[in-house]
């Protein structure tokens, strides 16, 4: 229900933030203007009370996000890797979030597990461990398979976790209402279809089942070369609240000085965690989306180790290629044809001027190039491309929202490996590969021959459409007339060319 009680539900976001005294580490990691943090202070302050306290013994912005739920947290969790737009402080507390919330009972934990696989604990796990990690939907217990004695790590959702997200992205709907009735500006952005979309993400969390088919996929996506290791479900071991995997033993990407003494390569580790981010996306279209510092481990031998597939990004072909060549345009600094491209896929309206939306472009992409990667400040990168779109009509896509937040989380992650890495330089061989096989004349040869294998699936119906076509032609009509010799002449066309292309 996303009526007028969630105020109670935002009132009680910002007075819990002050409360727990985190709303001053907030506004200073944000850099709020003061006119911001007169307005907060004026609403939150006498509000104060109806705030939650939460547990004291954590630090204050981690304090508030725990107590305010899981919603909160996973948004906490995205922060914790852009110390450039929250600060050092803030993103040193929030990736507590990650891994290191407070678990729930062992027994509660078993429990499900039994009742979900239908068998005792007893029965299926030689060794069943504390929790080892605990974040804000699931907890991970290491355990010991009867059969063979291999280790896998078993996830168990945290009991009435659907119920409290529910709750949570209701109060966000309510929100994004309130956002779209009084901030007009802020409709080209599409707030109710973003957490629609974050919902759905969500959602989908939810049933360990479906994370089990995604890292399955993940899995059998993986090519040779690629330096990265992902376990693999053990699907008879795995439900809807409950899903084994392969253990995976390796360090902590968060965990600097252990990388060191381990003597990981941190530089080459940071590129591979963008290239790895970039290859899946591009050439899979099946990509990662919530590669934080949690759900990444560095193996051994240097290997990126991926593990939590609860939330992963598909795009179709047609988008690939159009983010790969909106990523190449910026490489090659031939901000023309990056405009070009968001007009060619709709993304900015006809009647805008190509050529003005390709200046405002440079003004985003130079900066970056010939500067030191540390001295680059994302947020003020972002603010200003925010303008930019704004300007220019372009309107928030939902498809994309996934993608972009993962490649937001993705530099993070590898802006604290190394700190001068430059995103560029790191996705070009990347994207260029890309772009060198599925744009240009092998590319048209592809596209042309899927093109011809649709045609010749549907070739049986063509004889069919085409008798339908005369007949509805010869047989007379209430006006107005319908015009289905076109109709006859495109499907005749089309048999025509798959004809010579079969002939071909």
Avoid: C
């Amino acid at each position: 229900m996303r009526g007028p009680h969630n105020l109670i539900r935002l009132i009680r976001t910002g007075a819990t933030f002050e409360r727990t005294g985190a709303m001053d580490t907030v506004l200073e990691g944000l850099s709020a203007p003061w006119q911001l943090r007169a307005l907060v202070r004026a609403l939150g302050y006498p509000f104060k009370w109806l705030g939650l306290r939460g547990d004291p013994a954590l630090p204050p912005v981690v304090r508030a996000i725990t107590a305010l739920g899981p919603a909160y947290i996973k948004f906490g969790q995205i922060l914790s890797t852009r110390p450039d737009i929250v600060g050092d402080d803030m993103a040193q507390q929030l990736k507590y979030l990650q891994d290191q919330l407070p678990p729930f009972s062992t027994d509660i934990a078993r429990d499900m597990v039994a009742a979900e696989l239908g068998q005792p604990v007893e029965a299926l796990f030689a060794e069943f461990s504390e929790p080892v990690a605990a974040a804000s939907i699931a907890q991970v217990h290491k355990a010991r398979l009867a059969e063979d004695g291999r280790l896998v790590a078993v996830k168990v959702l945290r009991p009435g976790i659907e119920r409290a997200f529910r709750k949570d992205i209701d109060a966000f709907y309510f929100a994004a209402r309130l956002f779209e009735i009084f901030l007009p500006g802020t409709r080209r952005l599409r707030p109710l279809d973003v957490i629609a979309h974050f919902e759905g993400v969500v959602m989908a969390e939810l049933d360990l089942r479906l994370e089990a088919s995604s890292a399955s996929e993940f899995v059998s996506n993986i090519k040779a070369g690629d330096g990265i290791q992902a376990p693999e479900p053990l699907w008879r071991l795995s439900g809807r609240n409950v899903l084994t995997m392969g253990w995976a033993e390796g360090i902590n990407l968060a965990d600097l000085p252990a990388l060191d003494r381990a003597g990981i390569d941190r530089v080459a580790l940071g590129a591979k965690v963008l290239q790895v981010f970039l290859s899946h996306a591009l050439r899979d279209g099946f990509f990662h989306g919530d590669m934080h510092q949690g759900n990444l481990k560095a193996a051994a031998n240097g290997d990126l180790i991926v593990f939590d597939f609860g939330i992963m990004g598909r795009i179709d072909a047609y988008t690939r290629r159009v983010y790969a060549e909106i990523l190449y345009g910026f490489i090659r600094r031939d901000y023309r044809r990056v405009a070009e491209v968001h007009f060619e896929a709709g993304y900015v309206p006809a009647d805008r001027d190509v050529e003005a939306f390709a200046m405002a472009l440079r003004a985003v992409g130079e900066p970056i190039f010939g500067m030191e990667a540390n001295r680059i400040s994302m947020a003020k990168l972002l603010a200003y491309l925010f303008e930019v779109t704004e300007r220019f009509g372009m309107e928030t896509r939902t498809e994309l929202i996934l993608l972009q937040r993962t490649m937001v989380v993705v530099e993070g992650v590898a802006r604290s490996l190394d700190a001068n890495i430059n995103i560029w330089q790191v996705a070009q061989p990347v994207v260029e590969g890309y772009i060198r096989s599925h744009v240009g004349p092998l590319a048209l040869a592809r596209d042309l021959g899927a093109t011809l294998q649709v045609l010749a699936r549907f070739g049986p119906k063509l004889p069919k459409l085409v008798e339908d076509a005369l007949i509805a032609q010869s047989t007379p009509k209430a006006p107005p007339p319908r015009r289905v010799w076109p109709v006859a002449l495109a499907v005749l066309a089309g048999a025509l060319g798959l004809a010579v292309g079969l002939l071909i």
